[in-house]
């Protein structure tokens, strides 16, 4: 049974920094995609960015993070984390991490099946 645990989560100023990390077990990289997906209250949660599930790990940005927020993983550690720079009060909620269907799943919730619970991020001032 897959299971993904984040962490890091907090609150900042705008223009801070967080780092996510989210440990999982019961699946490889090499088979499935991994994403980080945002949830802001009374919306639906929206794909942030994810890796595919291949050698390589192809990365994808939402539009609104492209240069701002990275995607890395660590195979030995079985952890991916995500790098968030110049954090803006549009990044709040909550962030979760989820395993692919396939290795090639496209950054939508629809596509990923096995989800954490979440690790709350808030930026104000």
């Known amino acids: 049974q897959p299971q993904l645990v984040e962490s890091g989560g907090g609150s900042v100023q705008p223009g801070g920094s967080l780092r996510l990390s989210c440990v999982f077990s019961?699946?490889?990289?090499?088979?499935?995609?991994i994403g980080w997906f945002r949830q802001a209250p009374g919306k639906e949660r929206e794909g942030v960015s994810c890796?595919?599930?291949?050698?390589?790990?192809?990365?994808e940005y939402a539009d609104s993070v492209k240069g701002r927020f990275t995607i890395s993983r660590d195979n030995v550690q079985n952890t991916v984390y995500l790098q968030m720079n110049r954090l803006g009060p549009e990044n709040t909620g909550g962030y979760y991490c989820?395993?692919?269907?396939?290795?090639?799943?496209?950054?939508?919730?629809?596509?990923?099946?096995?989800w954490g619970e979440g690790t709350q991020v808030t930026v104000s001032a």
């Open positions: 890796m595919d599930g291949t050698t390589d790990g192809s990365t």
């Open positions: 989820a395993k692919g269907l396939i290795a090639g799943s496209k950054c939508t919730s629809a596509d990923f099946s096995y």
């Open positions: 019961g699946f490889r990289l090499d088979y499935y995609a």
